[in-house]
């Protein structure tokens, strides 16, 4: 045998080279993926209060545990992406997701009680929180791994990209098939989604993640809390989009709430497209600031709008602001723990945000029952607000 054959066969096969861009599989498996997320977002809320006869604290619970499943599944997808890569992560949560649809879909069955449909469709909203947990950190911490650390900004920037066209184009899609079809074709959207995430995602690659020795999970949130307050605050005012939306338009008798997240995707992507590598450029708390500021604006009009265009104008202001948060305050998370710790880092950074869900779901819902639907986004204002105190207050002893 040769001494080319023998090279050839002893050597390990070379690490993928990284790219300039996240690779467009697991941008596109991510989007798919994310549209099981996006797709019942208006058809739950609906059903539940309509069809089923809860009330607004319910609404509100129902539509927040699914968070609280994803917050207390975040440390062990984060071990499982630091340990085994993020494609690894990625297939198990599509594989959950899928579960969760079908569970939806059994809600449809004739002749069941209110109290056993809402029972199935928490077990659904778990599972679907579960399944969101690990295919998010797995995509978004195989996204950064394809493209190398430094890039981190820019990769976080299409990842959210992706999920939020997930949801601006999965909302409508699925209150439109609630409403011409009824639930079982909303539904059936909901398990072809991660199906067809995982389809793309299997022929990817599975870039490797950073070696060395890795820090307990609970070490992990002590050196990013700050930024994932600064996330949190965010998220509050997008969980009152999700959550509330539909039954804020339905009460001024408005025609449109499926476009609510439309019009946020829409100013979210904008910004992440054009914007994008502001965070890697000119540093996170500096974009972080500004961003909290123009959320505010946008929270603000809504809970002012005299009509639909308005509000909807409110919504992607809205998603203007909210746009850069995440990568800005992650390019600064990822600062502050070892390379072998950014799945967890990320895991628990993401946490922060189904925190903000979780709490802010039935926090809104009190809010909305004792003050009417346009406080729930005074109060989104208000934490924006207080988001920029955190960023311009990190900037400053960072400075």
């Known amino acids: ?24 599989g697991i941008i596109a498996a991510l989007f798919c993926g994310y ?21 607004n604290l319910v609404v509100g619970l129902v539509i927040g545990i699914q968070f609280l499943a994803t917050v207390l599944s975040r440390g062990y997808a984060g071990r499982l992406t630091d340990i085994h890569g993020g494609k690894r992560s990625a297939l198990q949560g599509v594989a959950v997701s899928t579960t ?12 069941l009680s209110p109290n056993v449909s809402l029972a199935i469709v928490i ?34 920037a299409w990842t959210g990209t992706a999920m939020f066209a997930a949801l601006a184009i999965g909302a409508p899609i699925g209150m439109a098939l609630y409403q011409g079809y009824g639930l079982e074709a909303a539904i059936v959207a909901c398990v ?36 994932g307050a600064g996330l949190m605050l965010q998220g509050v005012g997008l969980s009152g989009l999700t959550a509330f939306a539909s039954l804020y338009f339905a009460a001024h008798h408005w025609d449109n709430a ?29 974009i972080a600031l500004w961003s909290f500021v123009i959320e505010a604006i946008g929270q603000a009009i809504i809970w002012t ?44 950074f993401v946490a922060f945000l189904d925190i903000a869900y979780g709490v802010s779901g039935p926090v809104a819902g009190v809010i909305a029952g004792q003050f009417g639907y346009a406080s729930v986004y005074l109060f989104g204002a208000a934490c924006a607000l207080a988001g920029a105190t955190l960023a311009l207050m990190a900037r400053v002893s960072q400075s």
Not at 258 to 283: K, N
Not at 312 to 318: D, F, H, R
Request: proline share 8%; charged share 10%.
């Open 100 to 111: 969760a649809g079908l569970l939806y879909l059994a809600v449809a069955m004739p002749g």
């Open 258 to 286: 499926g476009l609510v997240m439309t019009a946020f995707g829409a100013g979210f992507i904008f910004v992440r497209i054009v914007f994008g590598s502001l965070p890697d450029r000119m540093g996170g708390y500096r």
């Open 305 to 348: 709008a005299p009509s639909e265009a308005v509000a909807l104008g409110g919504a992607l202001v809205t998603g203007f602001g909210c746009a850069l948060v995440f990568p800005a305050l992650g390019v600064e998370a990822l600062k502050r723990v070892p390379p072998a710790n950014r799945g967890s880092a990320l895991g628990a």
């Open 35 to 55: 549209l099981a997320v996006g797709l019942p977002l208006p058809v739950m809320p609906l059903f539940i209060h309509d069809n089923l006869g809860f009330g």
């Open 192 to 227: 072809v989604a991660p199906v067809t995430a995982a389809a793309i995602a299997l022929r990817e690659i599975p870039y490797a993640t950073a070696a060395g020795p890795r820090l307990p999970f609970y070490k992990v949130i002590g050196q990013i809390w700050r930024e």
């Open 123 to 156: 077990l659904g909203r778990l599972a679907a929180g579960l399944g969101e947990s690990l295919f998010v950190t797995g995509c978004v911490s195989w996204s950064i791994a394809s493209v190398g650390p430094q890039r981190a900004g820019i990769s976080m």
């Open 1 to 24: 045998m040769s001494a080319s054959v023998i090279n050839a066969t002893a050597e390990p096969k070379a690490a993928p080279t990284n790219l300039s861009r996240p690779a467009s």
